[in-house]
């Protein structure tokens, strides 16, 4: 097969590969991180930064759906394969785009309501002539490579009461596939996060590690969970399952044998009253790494403990060899949703770096001998609503960072954005919760902050003036793409790629072309001077642009490849003016470049997106129209807000959805699209109160729209 691995020397005339430990024949892209030490780095220099200007559309396919496109796909002999929305499965030839086959993992449309931020997936894994995949209900499934037929099928969800999904992309070790799950951030119970190894030939369970201790007075599965439950405080709330979920970032290094991870957040958010009562609550929010033959804990690094910011440990860990204190380590590396970035010994686990890459002000810093950072006042909203950077967004997510041993950067897609976050059940609003967010919510001050707007359900917070204060002239929110010198500990350049709005910019890759390529949130796509950060290229392509793109060689043409599609946890807001996807149709799509090509075909418009029909006649008590602005808040807004979105604008609903409205939400009419029923969440009375407040909102847009002279929409 197309995987061998080659010798240092023989890459790309005399490249100094030696910081990355596994490179790969360069025509290929085997792994969603190019290669298995997950740099998104390709050795290949056809398209470099004498001809970037060059660049140009080769093909396009339709994946079919329009969510959040967060993968990147592989190419092997000449196939590309990838994986979409709820893990739907493609292969294409490279060349061309022309489908091969195709796998629907066909899913209970209904599994969507357990997915915090959309159904998205972030990769497949492939080995043997197999491909494997973990759908968004959390199924593994072992596909045959020429054909799509499944092998095998496992279920890797332990309980289906508790809100599990899966989002993150599957790892292959020497014999088993790896998968985690998401849901630390999800209802009452939240869930427990795991990972669990399978036989890659034939499906059998092998292992289970789970992340968090069980239930008070449950028995330990393994021996990790005694010491990991002495951690946590002892007014533990037993309804709660404590997260810690494997959401993204599982990789694994063959010399070790090791599996690393990240887990997430604790749940819920919030577990003291003062900072004082606060506990580590391991293992969440930490780095782990176990052994791949038993899954028993070789050694782990709590990044933060006691994290009540939604500060996952799950970003994506690149391997590397790179010089520390004079000597020369195996590291693992991660920018951290926390906005720290670590560096560790990958063999002893032994923090060799913890630098701030973006502005934060939760910790001062982090003490490299007992590890710990140093928390500040300033994030501590126990007592009253703070500006915390970065925010549960995190400094840097799930888009892929790149390290190009050429210019020894790391390329960091990094978010330079605050929340206010406040403590709700005691900040004096009239919510105490929301389904996804628990006791505690962090607001993004982007251009649509408006404290007085909210004050009736969330209680007071500070104005816009006051959280500029902080970083007078810096705009509140920002993404910057950031090359980071990892042994310097420093910023050599960076561009910021968006700002004001929420842009979710896109991952990275680079290459030995001296070239660095990102996706904006705008729709178009850059090429970098790897080295120098100057733009080379620039290239509009209609689609909001989050996955990283990847690239490969055939038949002596390099092409560059990027999935477009806007969505993962832009679901919960209105899709920002920035973005493309506020212009044209969020039409999933895999955009393929070549030096030579043409121009990118654009999506279809958004058809008069802010125009409202008239709603039907309805009657509704002012007590009844805010009682449904409440219930719309805690239970609806998690997926469904107002203007164009990933899901259905329900300010601007069309009659006959209207008339179908409490079927669709009590009874699961439209579970189908992916709408699962809320009767075990809200009563009759609470979705006739929602359906008003509804309406209400559609009336004053429709009102003011005769009033501006314009025709209702069709
Ligand atoms: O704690 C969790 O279980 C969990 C899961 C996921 C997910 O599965 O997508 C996200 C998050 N947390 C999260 O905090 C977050 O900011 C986030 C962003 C995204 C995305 O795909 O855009 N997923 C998730
Ligand atoms: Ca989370």
Redesign the pocket.
């Known amino acids: 097969s197309g995987l061998a691995l080659v010798s240092t020397a023989s890459i790309a005339g005399g490249l100094d590969t030696s910081s990355v430990p596994y490179p790969v024949a360069a025509e290929q892209w085997p792994f969603s991180g190019g290669d298995q030490a997950g740099t998104y780095f390709s050795a290949l220099t056809d398209i470099n930064d004498s001809n970037a200007g060059q660049l140009g559309f080769a093909w396009a396919f339709d994946m079919g759906t329009d969510r959040?496109q967060?993968a990147t796909p592989l190419v092997i002999d000449g196939v590309m394969y990838t994986s979409g929305v709820w893990g739907i499965v493609y292969a294409l030839e490279a060349t061309t785009g022309k489908l091969l086959w195709q796998f629907d993992p066909g899913i209970d449309p209904m599994s969507a309501r357990n997915?915090?931020?959309?159904t998205?997936n972030?990769g497949i894994a492939y080995r043997d002539g197999m491909v494997f995949v973990a759908s968004e209900d959390g199924k593994l499934h072992a596909l045959d490579a020429r054909t799509g037929a499944e092998k095998w099928q496992a279920d890797t969800i332990i309980n289906r009461k508790e809100v599990y999904?899966?989002?993150?992309g599957v790892i292959l070790t020497k014999d088993a596939v790896v998968i985690g799950?998401?849901?630390?951030?999800?209802g009452d119970g939240?869930?427990r996060?795991y990972i669990s190894a399978w036989d890659l030939k034939t499906g059998k369970f092998k292992w289970r590690f789970f992340t968090v201790p069980p239930a008070p007075n449950q028995p330990y599965e393994h021996p990790e969970l005694e010491m990991a439950a002495k951690s946590w405080g002892p007014n533990r709330d037993g309804r709660y399952q404590n997260?810690g979920?494997v959401?993204?970032g599982l990789s694994y290094d063959p010399e070790t044998d090791q599996i690393v991870f990240g887990t997430?957040?604790a749940?819920p958010y919030l577990r003291v009253k003062n900072a004082a009562e606060r506990h580590d609550d391991l293992f969440n929010a930490s780095i782990i790494a176990v052994n791949a033959q038993n899954g028993r804990m070789n050694w782990y690094y709590q990044e933060t403990p006691g994290d009540s910011w939604?500060y996952?440990a799950?970003q994506k860990f690149i391997f590397a060899n790179l010089p520390f204190e004079g000597q020369k380590h195996r590291v693992v590396m991660q920018a951290s949703?926390n906005g720290f970035y670590y560096t560790l010994d990958l063999k002893t686990g032994k923090l060799l770096g913890a630098d701030a890459y973006s502005y934060v002000n939760w910790a001062k810093g982090v003490d490299l001998k007992t590890g710990r950072p140093q928390f500040t006042e300033t994030a501590d909203y126990t007592l009253k609503p703070k500006n915390v950077y970065p925010s549960?967004?995190?400094a840097h997510?799930?888009?892929p960072m790149s390290f190009s041993p050429q210019s020894g950067l790391v390329y960091i897609p990094s978010l330079d954005v605050p929340n206010v976050i406040l403590n709700m059940a005691d900040n004096g609003g009239k919510l105490k919760h929301i389904e996804g967010f628990f006791n505690a919510d962090g607001i993004i001050p982007d251009e649509t902050y408006d404290p007085a707007a909210m004050k009736r359900l969330f209680g007071p917070m500070p104005d816009k003036a006051e959280l500029q204060k902080e970083r007078p002239g810096t705009k509140l929110v920002r993404e910057i793409l950031k090359a980071w010198d990892p042994v310097n500990h420093k910023i050599v350049w960076q561009q910021v790629t968006s700002e004001g709005n929420r842009g979710?910019d896109g991952g990275v890759l680079s290459t030995a072309g001296n070239v660095v390529v990102q996706g904006r949130g705008d729709g178009t796509l850059w090429v970098y001077n790897a080295k120098t950060g100057a733009p080379l290229k620039t290239i509009q392509t209609g689609s909001h642009i989050?996955a990283a793109p990847m690239t490969y060689k055939i038949n002596g043409v390099q092409y560059v490849a990027v999935q477009v599609g806007y969505?993962?946890?832009?679901?919960s807001f209105p899709i920002p003016p920035s973005s493309a996807a506020y212009r044209n149709m969020n039409t999933n799509r895999i955009l393929v470049f070549k030096l030579g090509g043409g121009e990118v075909p654009q999506p279809e418009k958004r058809v008069a997106p802010f125009d409202y029909p008239a709603p039907p006649p309805f009657k509704a008590t002012q007590a009844q129209l805010l009682h449904g602005e409440e219930k719309f808040t805690e239970y609806c807004s998690r997926c469904h807000g107002f203007g164009p979105g990933v899901t259905p604008d329900l300010s601007r609903l069309p009659p006959e959805v209207h008339a179908m409205f409490k079927d669709i939400v009590l009874k699961g009419a439209l579970a189908s699209l992916g709408m699962a029923p809320l009767n075990d969440l809200v009563s009759e009375k609470d979705v006739e109160d929602i359906h008003a407040y509804l309406l209400d909102t559609e009336r004053q847009g429709y009102e003011a729209q005769v009033k501006a002279g314009k025709k209702p929409a069709k």
Not at 115 to 118: G, H, I, L, R
Not at 165 to 168: D, E, I, M, P, W
Not at 567 to 571: A, E, N, T, V
């Open positions: 959040g967060e997915a915090c931020c959309d998205v972030r999904a899966s989002t993150g799950n998401s849901g630390a951030d999800l939240s869930s996060g997260g979920a959401w993204d997430a957040n749940s939604d996952d799950v949703k549960w967004a995190g997510t799930w888009n979710y989050m969505g993962g946890s832009g679901i």
